[in-house]
């Protein structure tokens, strides 16, 4: 029990932390309709640098009302990134450490899916399965994923041609397979990108 609750203090101390981080960002007025009528111009920003899109993502989610900020990883925790509120408006906060892309645009979308849901309003939130599965199914709309596997062709040349069909990185199709034990989680890793955000943000 006490290292539960270590780390659940630590998590306390890295959401303060994002916050007080936060606090010196502009936003406008909280406002989810304009983020969802966003979501498909961040999921463009998947095959752009860090350079490029982390200004546009942060310009993008500030018109609706949410502070993106990047903070170290809290040691010792699976923590990807974590959604809250502070005032009279939302802190999405994402780990400040080198990662693969796929990970990167799932963990955003999966908090994109809790701030849409209201699950930071009180309201009744969705469990983070569902989550999950709305944040993959964001990135690789489902009836086209469904006729993907369906081929059963992983190949490199199979998945980069997919990728391409659906405007995505491959790597995150790769990462999407693995995840769904299509392949092997040592297959098609060189496909995937590595951000280092301690470089750009």
């Given amino acids: 029990m006490g290292d539960n609750s270590s780390h659940g203090y630590a998590q306390l101390c890295w959401e303060q932390q994002a916050r007080i981080a936060a606090?010196?960002?502009?936003t406008e007025r909280i406002d989810?309709?304009?983020l969802q009528d966003s979501i498909e111009s961040i999921?463009?920003?998947?095959?752009?640098?860090?350079?490029?899109?982390?200004?546009q993502l942060t310009k993008?989610?500030?018109?609706?009302?949410?502070?993106?900020?990047?903070?170290?990883?809290?040691?010792?925790?699976?923590?990807?990134?974590a959604s809250m509120m502070s005032g009279?408006?939302?802190?999405?906060?994402?780990?400040?450490?080198?990662?693969?892309?796929?990970?990167?645009?799932?963990?955003?979308?999966?908090?994109i899916s809790h701030i849409i849901n209201g699950d930071l309003f009180g309201d009744k939130a969705r469990s983070e399965r569902d989550m999950d599965i709305s944040a993959a199914n964001i990135l690789i709309p489902p009836q086209a994923y469904a006729e993907f596997v369906s081929a059963n062709d992983f190949s490199k040349e199979s998945v980069v041609e997919f990728a391409?069909?659906?405007?995505?990185q491959p790597g995150i199709v790769a990462g999407r397979l693995q995840n769904d034990e299509k392949i092997r989680h040592d297959q098609l890793n060189d496909l995937k990108i590595r951000y280092?955000?301690?470089k750009t943000a």
């Fill in 196 to 198: 280092e955000f301690d």
């Fill in 88 to 111: 009279d408006r939302i802190v999405l906060a994402m780990t400040l450490r080198g990662k693969d892309a796929d990970r990167f645009w799932f963990s955003l979308f999966h908090e």
């Fill in 164 to 168: 391409e069909t659906i405007d995505l």
């Fill in 23 to 26: 606090s010196s960002l502009d």
């Fill in 43 to 55: 999921r463009k920003m998947n095959r752009t640098d860090p350079e490029e899109f982390i200004p």
């Fill in 60 to 81: 993008l989610l500030a018109e609706s009302g949410i502070a993106l900020v990047f903070l170290p990883h809290l040691k010792g925790t699976k923590l990807q990134g």
């Fill in 32 to 34: 989810l309709n304009n």
